[in-house]
């Protein structure tokens, strides 16, 4: 249905005067008829003016219709104007995803910083595996995310961020827990908690094939979890640096020439509102200038 021709009609109907009608539409007076007459044939033919002498006037049906017309471009009327106000008053929901770890330091910086400048800003924040971010990212769920890997899908667009260096988190009665700093083969055999679950097969990457499975004894979704199981004696954990904070029970030992790249993952092609991507590109431009990239 087209609405130029319910407004047309609904103007036409207060007036019974198609001059009159056609003037303050702003159309001429051909084109307002022509507009009617494929009104009238949308609606299966039926008649909504009759004339009289030189005038018109609505008929049943065209009464019964009008009530309608105006009730619903009322409505529609109140919905437009209820989304140009909100544009200006309404919450700017920002959907970023993070591979555990990442939230700490410049991340969470930028995000209070983000939220002080814009009091319309809120965050929507997930912590996930890279592939379950990546594919949030994919099915619009997600407005960008930060990753620890890449892939192929030429769908998703990469930003290389930087690298992060890693930590052992080790009990602190671990016989290497005062080490001035570990290889990931000094604690290959140890019992593992892994967070992320992929980093199973990173970790074995890194460690030149010297993890087995059966060294993992737990898989976790965050990094903070994975510190509570080391805590209660579970195993060790390689975890970012950043995680590596003050924790009752634990010792953390920088892990020796480990770096992983981190890189901001979005959706080629995909609108994003102006405070959206005005935070997507300074998030960027920060950890890069960290890190000089």
Same mark, same amino acid.
């Given at each position: 249905?087209?609405?130029? &021709?319910?407004?047309?009609?609904?103007? *036409?109907?207060?007036? +019974?005067?198609?001059?009159?009608?056609?003037?303050?539409?702003?159309?001429?007076?051909?084109?307002?008829?022509?507009?009617?007459?494929?009104?009238?044939?949308?609606?299966?033919?039926?008649?909504?003016?009759?004339?009289?002498?030189?005038?018109?006037?609505?008929?049943?049906?065209?009464?019964? &219709?009008?009530?309608?017309?105006?009730?619903?471009?009322?409505? *529609?009327?109140?919905?437009?104007?209820?989304?140009?106000?909100?544009?200006?008053?309404? /919450?700017?929901?920002?959907?970023?995803?993070?591979?555990?770890?990442?939230?700490?330091?410049?991340?969470?910086?930028?995000?209070?910083? &983000?939220?002080?400048?814009?009091?319309?800003?809120?965050?929507?924040?997930? +912590?996930?595996?890279? @592939? @379950?971010?990546?594919?949030?990212?994919?099915?619009?769920?997600?407005?960008?995310?930060?990753?620890?890997?890449?892939?192929?899908?030429?769908?998703?667009?990469?930003?290389?961020?930087?690298?992060?260096?890693?930590?052992?988190? *080790?009990?602190?009665?671990?016989?290497?827990?005062?080490? /001035?700093?570990?290889? /990931?083969?000094?604690?290959?055999?140890? /019992?593992?908690?892994?967070?992320?679950?992929?980093?199973?097969?990173?970790?074995?990457?890194?460690?030149?094939?010297? %993890?087995?499975? @059966?060294?993992?004894?737990?898989?976790?979704?965050?990094?903070?979890?994975?510190?509570?199981?080391?805590?209660?004696?579970?195993?060790?954990?390689?975890?970012?640096?950043?995680?590596?904070?003050?924790?009752?029970?634990?010792?953390?030992?920088? %892990?020796?020439?480990?770096?992983?790249?981190?890189?901001?993952?979005?959706? &080629?092609?995909?609108?994003?509102?102006?405070?959206?991507?005005?935070?997507? @590109?300074?998030?960027?431009?920060?950890?890069?200038?960290?890190?000089?990239?």
């Amino acid at each position: 249905m087209n609405y130029n &021709y319910l407004r047309y009609f609904s103007v *036409l109907a207060q007036t +019974e005067h198609y001059t009159l009608a056609a003037a303050r539409l702003g159309i001429s007076q051909p084109s307002l008829s022509s507009a009617i007459h494929n009104l009238e044939d949308e609606l299966g033919g039926i008649r909504l003016f009759e004339k009289v002498g030189r005038n018109i006037r609505l008929t049943e049906e065209g009464r019964f &219709y009008r009530e309608k017309v105006d009730a619903a471009l009322r409505e *529609l009327n109140s919905a437009s104007m209820t989304l140009r106000e909100s544009k200006v008053s309404a /919450p700017v929901v920002i959907r970023m995803g993070l591979v555990s770890g990442t939230l700490g330091g410049q991340v969470a910086k930028e995000i209070t910083r &983000y939220l002080q400048k814009n009091d319309r800003i809120r965050f929507h924040l997930t +912590e996930s595996s890279a @592939e @379950e971010l990546m594919d949030l990212v994919r099915q619009e769920k997600l407005d960008m995310a930060i990753v620890d890997t890449t892939n192929r899908d030429r769908s998703l667009h990469f930003r290389k961020l930087g690298q992060r260096d890693f930590s052992v988190a *080790l009990p602190k009665s671990h016989p290497l827990a005062k080490s /001035p700093c570990l290889t /990931p083969q000094q604690i290959a055999h140890d /019992p593992q908690v892994v967070f992320n679950y992929d980093m199973e097969d990173t970790f074995g990457q890194w460690a030149s094939g010297t %993890l087995t499975e @059966e060294n993992v004894r737990c898989t976790v979704n965050t990094a903070q979890s994975a510190l509570d199981l080391v805590a209660a004696g579970v195993g060790v954990c390689v975890v970012p640096k950043e995680c590596a904070e003050e924790k009752e029970g634990l010792r953390f030992v920088p %892990l020796q020439n480990w770096h992983q790249a981190l890189y901001m993952c979005m959706l &080629y092609d995909k609108w994003l509102e102006p405070p959206v991507w005005d935070f997507l @590109e300074n998030i960027v431009k920060v950890l890069r200038s960290a890190q000089s990239v």
